[in-house]
């Protein structure tokens, strides 16, 4: 089992930036490829970003690419979502997400462990 929580979401004005955390706890989080998720409101959950276990490889949707940054530190447990130049169109519930083993995937049913979400708010 690994349990995940998010922190660092909130409100912020078009075109200002937030870093989003999650913390994992219970396993090596090092044996985890982790993913980040969002859900705007009436919408289905969509891929954002994943890294690999070492941190070495990542991927974006592209909606995000060049304005987010995921990265992750093992020897804290934490990985994170560097939110650049924020979009109205990015306000949802971000998620983080880990699946065991070496690749990453931007298919939901992949991953086997969810945080609870944190709100971001980008107001225009």
């Known amino acids: 089992q690994v349990q995940l929580g998010e922190s660092g979401g909130g409100l912020v004005q078009a075109g200002g930036s937030l870093r989003l955390s999650c913390a994992a706890s219970?396993?090596?989080?090092?044996?985890?490829?982790m993913g980040w998720f969002r859900q705007a409101p009436g919408k289905e959950r969509e891929f954002v970003a994943t890294?690999?276990?070492?941190?070495?490889?990542?991927y974006y949707a592209d909606s995000v690419k060049g304005r987010f940054t995921i990265s992750r530190d093992n020897a804290k447990n934490t990985v994170y979502l560097q939110m650049n130049s924020l979009k109205p169109e990015d306000t949802a519930v971000y998620y983080c997400a880990a699946r065991s083993g070496t690749y990453y995937y931007t298919a939901q049913w992949k991953y086997d462990y969810w945080g609870q979400g944190a709100q971001v708010t980008v107001s225009s």
């Open positions: 219970g396993r090596t989080f090092s044996d985890y490829t």
């Open positions: 890294i690999n276990r070492s941190g070495g490889a990542t």
